[in-house]
Protein backbone atom coordinates (compact mmCIF):
# COMPACT_ATOMS: atom_id res chain seq x y z
CA UNK A 1 0.00 0.00 0.00
CA UNK A 2 1.17 3.46 -1.02
CA UNK A 3 0.71 6.36 1.61
CA UNK A 4 -1.70 8.95 0.44
CA UNK A 5 0.05 11.98 -0.53
CA UNK A 6 0.45 15.23 -2.67
CA UNK A 7 2.99 16.61 -4.72
CA UNK A 8 3.68 20.79 -5.00
CA UNK A 9 6.52 22.51 -6.99
CA UNK A 10 7.17 25.78 -7.44
CA UNK A 11 8.06 24.75 -11.18
CA UNK A 12 8.03 22.43 -13.54
CA UNK A 13 10.19 19.49 -12.44
CA UNK A 14 11.72 19.20 -9.19
CA UNK A 15 14.95 17.69 -8.76
CA UNK A 16 14.37 16.57 -4.86
CA UNK A 17 11.68 15.99 -2.91
CA UNK A 18 11.35 16.99 1.14
CA UNK A 19 8.01 14.62 2.76
CA UNK A 20 6.30 16.35 5.41
CA UNK A 21 5.00 14.31 7.91
CA UNK A 22 1.93 15.46 10.41
CA UNK A 23 1.94 14.38 13.73
CA UNK A 24 -1.16 11.91 15.35
CA UNK A 25 -4.45 12.63 14.43
CA UNK A 26 -3.63 15.01 11.88
CA UNK A 27 -2.85 14.98 8.48
CA UNK A 28 -1.08 15.81 5.09
CA UNK A 29 -3.40 19.87 5.03
CA UNK A 30 -2.03 20.98 8.50
CA UNK A 31 1.62 21.51 5.99
CA UNK A 32 0.39 23.14 3.08
CA UNK A 33 0.48 26.41 3.42
CA UNK A 34 4.17 26.23 5.24
CA UNK A 35 5.16 23.77 2.55
CA UNK A 36 3.90 26.21 -0.54
CA UNK A 37 5.67 29.05 1.04
CA UNK A 38 8.69 27.11 1.99
CA UNK A 39 9.02 26.42 -1.88
CA UNK A 40 9.12 29.71 -2.75
CA UNK A 41 12.72 29.98 -1.10
CA UNK A 42 14.14 26.41 -2.24
CA UNK A 43 14.32 26.52 -5.75
CA UNK A 44 14.68 22.66 -7.22
CA UNK A 45 13.13 21.09 -4.38
CA UNK A 46 9.34 19.71 -4.38
CA UNK A 47 7.07 18.83 -1.15
CA UNK A 48 5.20 15.63 -0.70
CA UNK A 49 2.62 16.22 1.99
CA UNK A 50 1.96 12.82 3.29
CA UNK A 51 -0.97 11.10 5.27
CA UNK A 52 0.63 8.81 7.93
CA UNK A 53 -0.92 4.78 8.21
CA UNK A 54 -4.47 5.34 10.01
CA UNK A 55 -4.62 8.77 9.19
CA UNK A 56 -6.26 10.84 6.56
CA UNK A 57 -7.13 9.05 3.11
CA UNK A 58 -4.18 6.31 4.69
CA UNK A 59 -6.73 4.35 6.24
CA UNK A 60 -6.69 0.37 5.96
CA UNK A 61 -3.16 -0.62 6.38
CA UNK A 62 -2.40 -3.60 8.31
CA UNK A 63 -0.83 -4.13 11.74
CA UNK A 64 1.41 -3.69 13.59
CA UNK A 65 0.63 0.47 13.71
CA UNK A 66 3.54 1.70 15.45
CA UNK A 67 6.60 4.31 14.90
CA UNK A 68 8.89 1.59 12.96
CA UNK A 69 5.61 0.16 10.65
CA UNK A 70 5.28 4.10 9.77
CA UNK A 71 8.38 4.36 9.24
CA UNK A 72 8.62 1.61 6.76
CA UNK A 73 5.86 2.72 5.14
CA UNK A 74 7.67 5.64 3.49
CA UNK A 75 9.93 3.16 1.56
CA UNK A 76 7.34 2.53 -0.64
CA UNK A 77 5.84 6.06 -1.07
CA UNK A 78 9.27 7.40 -1.70
CA UNK A 79 9.42 4.65 -4.58
CA UNK A 80 6.08 5.85 -5.99
CA UNK A 81 6.93 9.72 -5.84
CA UNK A 82 10.18 9.04 -8.16
CA UNK A 83 8.16 7.15 -10.26
CA UNK A 84 5.17 9.15 -10.80
CA UNK A 85 7.33 12.81 -10.43
CA UNK A 86 11.10 11.76 -11.39
CA UNK A 87 13.68 13.68 -9.00
CA UNK A 88 15.15 11.97 -6.14
CA UNK A 89 13.74 11.99 -2.08
CA UNK A 90 16.17 13.98 -0.25
CA UNK A 91 14.47 15.21 2.86
CA UNK A 92 12.51 14.72 5.50
CA UNK A 93 10.51 16.65 8.06
CA UNK A 94 8.67 16.02 10.72
CA UNK A 95 6.78 16.81 13.68
CA UNK A 96 6.25 15.19 16.91
CA UNK A 97 4.75 11.88 15.92
CA UNK A 98 6.09 12.43 12.14
CA UNK A 99 8.97 13.54 13.68
CA UNK A 100 10.27 10.06 15.14
CA UNK A 101 8.93 8.70 11.85
CA UNK A 102 11.06 10.93 10.21
CA UNK A 103 14.38 9.68 11.79
CA UNK A 104 13.58 6.11 12.22
CA UNK A 105 12.61 6.25 8.06
CA UNK A 106 15.67 8.25 7.39
CA UNK A 107 17.89 5.11 8.30
CA UNK A 108 15.57 2.75 5.87
CA UNK A 109 16.51 5.24 3.24
CA UNK A 110 19.81 5.86 3.73
CA UNK A 111 20.38 1.97 3.62
CA UNK A 112 18.56 1.64 0.34
CA UNK A 113 20.75 4.28 -1.22
CA UNK A 114 18.81 7.64 -1.16
CA UNK A 115 21.06 10.27 -0.76
CA UNK A 116 19.25 12.34 1.89
CA UNK A 117 20.56 16.12 2.30
CA UNK A 118 18.02 17.43 5.66
CA UNK A 119 16.27 15.73 7.98
CA UNK A 120 14.11 17.77 10.34
CA UNK A 121 13.01 17.60 13.66
CA UNK A 122 10.15 19.30 14.87
CA UNK A 123 9.31 19.53 18.04
CA UNK A 124 9.69 15.85 18.48
CA UNK A 125 10.87 13.69 21.41
CA UNK A 126 13.79 11.01 20.64
CA UNK A 127 13.15 9.36 23.98
CA UNK A 128 10.31 7.92 26.07
CA UNK A 129 7.64 10.23 27.05
CA UNK A 130 7.58 10.38 31.41
CA UNK A 131 4.56 11.97 31.97
CA UNK A 132 1.00 11.77 30.02
CA UNK A 133 0.43 15.72 31.23
CA UNK A 134 2.90 17.04 28.76
CA UNK A 135 0.66 17.38 25.83
CA UNK A 136 -3.69 17.25 24.86
CA UNK A 137 -3.88 14.05 23.20
CA UNK A 138 -5.36 12.32 26.12
CA UNK A 139 -7.86 15.06 26.71
CA UNK A 140 -8.66 15.14 22.60
CA UNK A 141 -8.90 10.77 22.82
CA UNK A 142 -11.20 11.06 25.98
CA UNK A 143 -13.46 13.86 24.00
CA UNK A 144 -13.59 11.99 21.10
CA UNK A 145 -14.36 8.33 22.66
CA UNK A 146 -17.10 10.33 24.09
CA UNK A 147 -18.95 11.00 21.19
CA UNK A 148 -21.79 9.13 19.74
CA UNK A 149 -21.40 6.77 16.82
CA UNK A 150 -22.66 9.25 14.80
CA UNK A 151 -23.74 13.46 14.41
CA UNK A 152 -25.98 15.16 12.00
CA UNK A 153 -23.18 17.42 10.29
CA UNK A 154 -19.75 18.39 10.82
CA UNK A 155 -20.71 21.05 12.73
CA UNK A 156 -22.56 19.17 15.66
CA UNK A 157 -19.59 17.13 15.21
CA UNK A 158 -17.34 20.16 15.80
CA UNK A 159 -19.78 21.40 18.86
CA UNK A 160 -20.06 18.00 20.48
CA UNK A 161 -16.32 17.98 21.10
CA UNK A 162 -16.27 21.92 22.41
CA UNK A 163 -19.22 19.79 25.07
CA UNK A 164 -16.87 17.58 25.85
CA UNK A 165 -13.99 19.76 26.96
CA UNK A 166 -12.15 20.96 24.55
CA UNK A 167 -11.49 24.40 22.77
CA UNK A 168 -13.31 25.43 20.00
CA UNK A 169 -10.04 25.50 17.75
CA UNK A 170 -9.04 22.10 18.49
CA UNK A 171 -12.39 20.59 17.86
CA UNK A 172 -12.76 22.62 14.45
CA UNK A 173 -9.28 21.16 13.60
CA UNK A 174 -10.53 17.60 14.24
CA UNK A 175 -13.46 18.42 12.14
CA UNK A 176 -11.35 18.05 9.59
CA UNK A 177 -10.76 14.27 9.83
CA UNK A 178 -14.70 13.65 10.48
CA UNK A 179 -16.51 11.46 7.73
CA UNK A 180 -19.75 11.66 6.12
CA UNK A 181 -21.51 8.07 5.98
CA UNK A 182 -23.41 6.68 3.09
CA UNK A 183 -26.63 6.35 3.37
CA UNK A 184 -26.60 2.23 3.82
CA UNK A 185 -24.68 2.80 6.61
CA UNK A 186 -27.62 5.13 8.41
CA UNK A 187 -25.80 8.68 6.81
CA UNK A 188 -24.34 11.60 9.46
CA UNK A 189 -20.77 11.94 10.26
CA UNK A 190 -18.27 10.82 12.75
CA UNK A 191 -14.54 10.50 13.16
CA UNK A 192 -12.53 9.04 10.01
CA UNK A 193 -9.34 7.38 11.93
CA UNK A 194 -9.93 4.12 13.68
CA UNK A 195 -9.06 5.00 17.69
CA UNK A 196 -7.53 1.48 18.27
CA UNK A 197 -5.17 2.01 15.94
CA UNK A 198 -3.85 5.60 16.58
CA UNK A 199 -4.02 4.35 20.14
CA UNK A 200 -1.64 1.81 19.71
CA UNK A 201 1.08 4.36 17.59
CA UNK A 202 0.22 6.78 20.45
CA UNK A 203 1.59 4.13 23.38
CA UNK A 204 4.32 2.96 20.95
CA UNK A 205 5.71 6.77 20.22
CA UNK A 206 5.74 7.18 24.38
CA UNK A 207 7.64 3.90 24.51
CA UNK A 208 10.07 3.80 21.98
CA UNK A 209 14.10 5.44 22.12
CA UNK A 210 15.15 6.97 18.97
CA UNK A 211 18.19 8.68 20.42
CA UNK A 212 20.77 5.91 19.43
CA UNK A 213 19.27 5.98 16.08
CA UNK A 214 19.59 9.73 15.77
CA UNK A 215 23.07 9.71 17.48
CA UNK A 216 24.03 6.95 14.76
CA UNK A 217 22.65 9.04 11.54
CA UNK A 218 25.02 12.12 13.52
CA UNK A 219 28.05 10.04 13.45
CA UNK A 220 28.01 9.97 9.32
CA UNK A 221 31.08 11.16 7.94
CA UNK A 222 32.02 14.95 7.78
CA UNK A 223 34.07 17.38 6.10
CA UNK A 224 36.63 19.68 7.28
CA UNK A 225 34.11 22.08 8.38
CA UNK A 226 32.87 19.43 10.81
CA UNK A 227 29.56 19.07 8.64
CA UNK A 228 28.32 15.66 7.82
CA UNK A 229 28.78 14.90 3.85
CA UNK A 230 25.76 13.83 3.18
CA UNK A 231 23.16 14.38 5.68
CA UNK A 232 22.33 17.41 8.10
CA UNK A 233 20.04 17.35 10.78
CA UNK A 234 18.05 20.14 12.53
CA UNK A 235 16.11 20.34 15.67
CA UNK A 236 13.23 23.15 16.18
CA UNK A 237 12.53 23.93 19.46
CA UNK A 238 8.99 25.54 20.64
CA UNK A 239 9.98 28.03 23.39
CA UNK A 240 6.98 27.02 25.48
CA UNK A 241 6.26 23.42 24.18
CA UNK A 242 6.79 20.94 27.02
CA UNK A 243 7.02 18.15 24.73
CA UNK A 244 10.53 17.62 25.13
CA UNK A 245 11.73 17.45 29.37
CA UNK A 246 14.49 19.85 30.54
CA UNK A 247 17.56 16.59 30.36
CA UNK A 248 15.86 16.03 26.76
CA UNK A 249 16.34 19.73 25.51
CA UNK A 250 19.66 19.74 27.44
CA UNK A 251 21.20 16.64 25.17
CA UNK A 252 19.57 17.94 22.18
CA UNK A 253 22.05 21.15 23.00
CA UNK A 254 25.11 18.98 24.06
CA UNK A 255 25.18 17.28 20.37
CA UNK A 256 24.56 20.63 18.42
CA UNK A 257 27.65 22.24 20.62
CA UNK A 258 29.56 18.91 19.22
CA UNK A 259 28.25 19.88 15.90
CA UNK A 260 26.91 16.82 15.49
CA UNK A 261 23.10 18.71 14.59
CA UNK A 262 21.78 21.81 15.18
CA UNK A 263 19.25 23.22 17.42
CA UNK A 264 17.18 26.22 16.65
CA UNK A 265 14.47 27.85 19.05
CA UNK A 266 11.58 29.73 18.41
CA UNK A 267 11.11 30.99 22.20
CA UNK A 268 7.22 32.22 21.23
CA UNK A 269 6.18 29.17 20.15
CA UNK A 270 4.59 26.19 21.55
CA UNK A 271 4.41 22.55 20.34
CA UNK A 272 2.07 23.67 17.15
CA UNK A 273 5.32 25.62 15.99
CA UNK A 274 4.07 25.34 12.68
CA UNK A 275 0.67 26.87 13.00
CA UNK A 276 1.91 29.10 16.36
CA UNK A 277 5.19 30.79 14.47
CA UNK A 278 5.01 29.62 10.48
CA UNK A 279 6.80 32.54 10.12
CA UNK A 280 9.63 32.43 12.03
CA UNK A 281 9.61 28.61 11.24
CA UNK A 282 9.93 29.15 7.25
CA UNK A 283 13.08 31.72 8.32
CA UNK A 284 14.73 28.58 9.43
CA UNK A 285 13.24 26.25 7.09
CA UNK A 286 14.61 28.71 3.91
CA UNK A 287 18.46 27.33 4.19
CA UNK A 288 19.41 23.67 5.26
CA UNK A 289 20.40 22.79 8.51
CA UNK A 290 23.51 24.93 10.30
CA UNK A 291 25.37 21.79 11.80
CA UNK A 292 28.88 22.40 12.62
CA UNK A 293 30.97 23.10 15.66
CA UNK A 294 30.04 26.10 18.29
CA UNK A 295 32.75 28.45 18.78
Given at each position: MILAHELHRSQAGAERWMLFLHGILGRRANWRSIARRWLEARPGWGAVLVDLREHGNSQGFPPPHDVASAAADLRPLCAAVEAEAGGSVAGLLGHSFGGKVAVAGATGLLDEGHALEELWI????????????????????????????????????????????????????????????????????????????????????????????????????????????????GWVLGGRSTALSASERARAEAAAAAGRLAVEHIPEAGHWVHSEAPKQLLAILEQPPKVGPRP
Amino acid sequence: MILAHELHRSQAGAERWMLFLHGILGRRANWRSIARRWLEARPGWGAVLVDLREHGNSQGFPPPHDVASAAADLRPLCAAVEAEAGGSVAGLLGHSFGGKVAVAGATGLLDEGHALEELWIIDAPMGPRTSEGESLTGEVFAALRSLPPRLDSRADFSAALVSAGLSKPTAMWLATSAVELPEEQGGGWRFGPQLPNLDAMVEDFARVDLWPTLEALCARPRDDMGRSEALRVGWVLGGRSTALSASERARAEAAAAAGRLAVEHIPEAGHWVHSEAPKQLLAILEQPPKVGPRP
